[in-house]
Each structure stands twice: as structure tokens, then as C-alpha cells.
């Protein structure tokens, strides 16, 4: 098991070791059919079908990697990049649609403050100490008064690794700046109809997503917004093998827009096709084939997952038969 003289011809690809990130990378790699195995306690694990290895990294350390050019491709937050200050020295490829959150500043509930000029001289605790630096700075601009500012004051931010939704409650800080997870918006209206529709169905749903339930259980509430980020693909700006990163890139699109889109095959009167395409128009365009009898026609489309159901009545009550809807286990887009 000799990687590290394996990995010289191989482009570097960094994802999360654990944490919030790590499945979902994981399952993404998987869909995108590269195929690797990770021997227990190894944080690298060559590709067996792909010149690749794989890095498992802290997520802060993908940004930094990425943008130092240690590494040709990576998958992070958003937040990460930013905080790590490398967004000059990386290209953002893709928006991945998980690890969806807000990095928010927050207050206890019982403190009484509610706008963000009541935290000025005050004290922040956080993980992001360089964004809230920054956020901090512009907002002491704004409201600190000349004879404060001669002074010197100013918001003071302190680091702490982890943990940061307890610092109020040890009386450590007046407010935190955190990341609040954001139930992702196509889930929650995919849930409000199917509790439209079944009122008694699925009341665990939100167990298993990101909730803002840290936020809520520490006695905490958002007074304001730092940052809206989700996971991303980010690439170094001269990686080692710039056609695999595009091979790579190509793939996990298609793992995704197959996640967004299901297929939908129907057939509908002549007549009533220029309705019916007008709701499901596809990518391009939609795949129209004669039936045996020329009234009929036959119609395939791609259709956004999010809106299937509501497509699917409407293609109804114009008039369209035998509505078939097909999952995609992969696409290219
Ligand atoms: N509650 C959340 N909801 C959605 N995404 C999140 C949430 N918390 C963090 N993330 C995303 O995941 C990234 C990694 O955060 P996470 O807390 O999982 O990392 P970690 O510190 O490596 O793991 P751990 O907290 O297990 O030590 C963050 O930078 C952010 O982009
Ligand atoms: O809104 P929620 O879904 O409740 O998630 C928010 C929490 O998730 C993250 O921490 P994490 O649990 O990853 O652990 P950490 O505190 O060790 O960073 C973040 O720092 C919040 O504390």
C-alpha cells in the first residue's frame, strides 16, 4: 500500500474528513462513479478506475489547500473560502445545493438587544473571526461615535473552535456569530404539499435536516446576516490536469441536475400538444413520436423534481394519458 509514490501522477481532489460535508461528498463521488476505497484512519484513498486521489481534510483546510495550489480540486463551504480569504486564488465551478446555512449573528433571546448597533463595543465570540472582523468593522464604522473612534474602540471579536452557541450562556460574549443550518427550500414546499395532501404523513421530516435548532435550544435568536453559503466544487486556478477536472466536473453535474429533474413520458391528443408542451417544454425541447393512431402522440420531457406533481395534474386535466414519471440516475446536461 505504497500511496505516497502513487500520487505524484495523480490529481489531488480534497473532501471534507467529516463533519456536516462528508456523506453527502461521499455520495456525490459514488454517483459520479469514482470508485475508491478508504482504508481505516487513511486521509488519502487512491481512485481505482481514475488517475485521482482522494484527500480527506478538515473543511477549512480544502479552501486554503485549493487556493495555495496544494490541491487541484476540493469541495467546501462557501463560508470556508471566504473566511480563509482565497477567493482570488480559486475558481468556484459549482454550487452543490447541500451544507445549505447562514453564518448569522446571534443574541440570547432574554438579552433585549435586537438590531445589530446594540452589539457595537461589545463582545463576539466565533469560529469565523476573520468575516466577523470584517463585518464588525464596517458596522463600528457606521455607528461608533468620532470621540470612540479616536479612542480606539471597538467590537471585540474572540476565536473559539467550536462550541460557539454556549459562550453567551458562560457569560463569555454578549453575542455569537454562527452558522445556522437552512432547511433547503425545495424539501420544505415538497413537504407543505404532501402535508396539503396527507396531513398526518411525515411528521419526523425535519428530524433528520438542518434545522436552527442549536440556535433555538441555546436560548438564542438571529439579529442579522454575515454570509449565505452552501457547499461548493472549487478548483486551484492551474491544476495538474485541467481536461480530468473537466471530465470530474461534467460528471458531478450530471449527478446533480439528475437529483433536480425525473422524467416524464405521456401521451396527449394532437390537439391539445401545444398546451401540454407548454408545461413541459424540457431542457431543449421535448421528444414528440407518432402513435399508431394519429390523434395520439407521445411525449417525453425533463421536468424540474420540485415541480412534477403540479405538472402531472395539469397534464391531466388537459386531457393527457397514461403519465409515466421515470427517476434519472444520472444525466450530462
Ligand atoms: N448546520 C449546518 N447546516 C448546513 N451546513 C452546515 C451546517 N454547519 C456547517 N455547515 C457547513 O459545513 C461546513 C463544515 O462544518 P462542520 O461543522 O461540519 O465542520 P467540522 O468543524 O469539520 O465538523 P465538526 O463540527 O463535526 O467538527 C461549514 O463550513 C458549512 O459550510
Ligand atoms: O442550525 P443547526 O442545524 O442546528 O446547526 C447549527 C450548528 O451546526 C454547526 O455546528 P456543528 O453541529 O457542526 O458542531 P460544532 O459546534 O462543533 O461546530 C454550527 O456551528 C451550529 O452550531
Redesign the pocket.
Known sequence: MDLIHQLPDRLLFAI?K????HEHCVSLLRGADINFHRYNRLDIALVKNLPIALVFL??PDIAKFVGEGNVDLGI?????VEECQVTDKIDKILELGF???KLQVQVPIKSGINQIEELVGKKIVTSFDVLASKYFAEIDQKYLNDEDKAEGKKTKIEYVS?SVEAACALGLADGIID????LLKIILKKLIRSLAQNPFANTNFFTSL?TGE?MKVAGLKAISTVLE???ILIRNKNPSNPSLVSKITSRIKGVIAAKKYVLLNYNVLRDDLKEATKLTPGRQAPTISPLENSNWVEVQSMVGKDDVAEVMDKLEEIGARDIMLFKIDNCRV
Do not use: F, I, N, S
Open positions: 471534507p467529516k463533519g456536516r460535508l478538515p473543511a467546501t463551504g462557501q463560508d470556508m451544507g445549505c446555512c467550536g452558522l445556522v443550518g437552512e438542518e442549536t453559503t452552501q457547499a
